[in-house]
């Protein structure tokens, strides 16, 4: 019968944590899109009706160029904020740590 030697079996075992954390890291993460989504809801939300369609592209580009330079910044801030799909729990806290990410 084949017996595996233990230096291939912790090799074996190393290989599959990592491709457990990389799978992980890929699915905590969200795409900056995504964060400023949130947080150009929140302006709607905080100034309903107040930002033409021209001031809510400039947000955007602004949010997402800060967020590609900052970006576990922004995911953290995100994921405090329980953000998902586009959305977060608290527009306060979000808005708040977002706009110190710069």
């Not at 990389?22 to 939300?45: D, G, H, K, R």
């Not at 809510?56 to 995911?75: F, H, L, R």
Request: glycine share 4%; aromatic share 6%.
């Amino acid at each position: 019968m084949f017996q595996r030697s233990p230096a291939i079996i912790l090799l074996s075992v190393a290989i599959s944590f990592a491709a457990a954390l990389t799978s992980f890291a890929q699915v905590e993460a969200a795409e900056c899109s995504e964060i400023c989504q949130a947080y150009l809801s929140c302006v709607e939300q905080s100034y309903p009706g107040h930002s033409t369609e021209a001031q809510k592209k400039t947000i955007q580009e602004g949010c997402i160029g800060s967020c590609q330079k900052s970006t576990d910044a922004a995911n953290q801030c995100y994921r405090q904020s329980d953000g998902t799909a586009g959305k977060v729990a608290s527009c306060n806290e979000f808005s708040a740590c977002i706009l110190n990410v710069n």
